[in-house]
Nanobody, 126 residues
Framework: QVQLVESGGGLVQPGGSLRLSCAAV????????IGWFRQAPGKEREGVSC????????YYAESVKGRFTISRDNAKNTVYLQMNSLKPEDTAVYYC???????????????????WGQGTQVTVSS
């Protein structure tokens, strides 16, 4: 069975950190670009970060630049999202997604992604 499994979400105080993991089951992540998306209550899902399969180029939404870092460990078949200096507005369900043929410029669109995880809740609150 092919699936993506996210973990690492939780409750954290403003200014704190979390590291989300996205593990692939049933397929190899090496050939896929991986995106992280999030959806806050009452809002549309938005792209947060992406790492390409070839070359490892990374992309970040303006709202998280300088605070979030995406990385991949192909040996562990896992992609990570390190989130630092978290703010209450980062509160959302975070999803990872895998795209086999991600065209340039499409990294924050949902349609190019073939597989999606179930999401993990991140809550930033004091």
């Amino acid at each position: 069975q092919v699936q993506l499994v996210e973990s690492g979400g939780g409750l954290v105080q403003p200014g704190g950190s979390l590291r989300l993991s996205c593990a692939a089951v049933g397929f190899t992540l090496d050939y896929y670009s991986i995106g992280w998306f999030r959806q806050a209550p009452g809002k549309e899902r938005e792209g947060v970060s992406c790492i390409r399969s070839r070359g490892g180029t990374t992309y970040y939404a303006e709202s998280v630049k300088g605070r979030f870092t995406i990385s991949r460990d192909n040996a562990k078949n896992t992609v990570y999202l390190q989130m630092n200096s978290l703010k209450p507005e980062d509160t959302a369900v975070y999803y990872c997604a895998a795209s086999y043929n991600l065209r340039y410029g499409a990294h924050f669109l949902e349609s190019p992604y073939d597989y999606w995880g179930q999401g993990t809740q991140v809550t930033v609150s004091s």
